[in-house]
């Protein structure tokens, strides 16, 4: 089962090796919660995250709640009874192992930053650049 934490390791959790889907939220509401450019999820039956410590909840929509370390502020999950009731979208960076749950697709492109469409064409550094 893949395992994670959030930046402080205040909230551990493991979920389920098999999502229900994988993909990459271009939406403005992922931007804005986390402060990047796209968000990674993996959408998991709620039963099958099991997760210790506090977590905060944050209605971020109507419908949508977003879960949160309260010490370090780290975003973990995402829940919209409307959407998938009974599921739980888990952001896959804080995974301890992120390459065990790979995105299968990109939603919300609608909201996409612009510059995100040539990410690839960005010169690239292992590190910070001289």
């Given at each position: 089962m893949p395992k994670g934490?959030?930046?402080?390791?205040?909230?551990?959790?493991?979920?389920?090796a098999a999502a229900i889907h994988q993909a990459l939220c271009h939406c403005t509401d992922?931007?804005?919660?986390?402060?990047?450019?796209?968000?990674?999820?993996?959408?998991?039956?709620?039963?099958?995250?099991k997760a210790e410590g506090e977590i905060k909840v944050y209605a971020s929509?109507?419908?949508?709640?977003?879960?949160?370390?309260?010490?370090?502020?780290?975003?973990?999950?995402?829940t919209n009874a409307?959407?998938?009731?009974?599921?739980?979208?888990?952001?896959v960076a804080t995974l301890d192992d992120p390459d065990e749950v790979a995105p299968a697709?990109?939603?919300?492109?609608?909201e996409r930053i612009g510059w995100m469409?040539?990410?690839?064409?960005?010169?690239q550094f292992e590190r910070y650049p001289d």
């Open positions: 934490q959030c930046h402080c390791g205040a909230v551990r959790y493991e979920m389920a992922c931007r804005r919660h986390s402060g990047a450019p796209m968000v990674a999820w993996a959408l998991v039956p709620t039963e099958q995250l929509s109507e419908h949508g709640r977003r879960h949160f370390c309260p010490a370090c502020g780290t975003g973990l999950f995402y409307m959407i998938f009731p009974g599921a739980i979208d888990v952001q697709a990109q939603i919300q492109v609608a469409e040539q990410i690839e064409q960005m010169p």
